[in-house]
């Protein structure tokens, strides 16, 4: 992802499903790139897991089953 992908983003990027799977691969990755992150999933140890891996990040986590 390059810096002008990063900007188009805009100041914070939302990503559900961010406990596993395809979710938490991209935030992993525009966490490491500097996007700011509200991760949303319904596990909340794993959001959590997520956020403490990426300190330098700026990621609040939401516990939230969509399907409710």
Do not use: Y
Not at 50 to 66: G, M, Q
């Amino acid at each position: 992802m390059n810096t002008d992908q990063i900007k188009a983003l805009g100041e914070w990027t939302v990503i559900t499903g961010a406990s596993s799977g395809i979710g938490a691969a991209f935030a992993h990755r525009l966490a490491e790139a500097g996007v700011n992150l509200m991760v949303v999933g319904r596990r909340e140890a794993e959001l959590l897991k997520l956020k403490s891996a990426c300190p330098n990040a700026r990621i609040e986590p939401r516990t939230v089953d969509l399907s409710d």
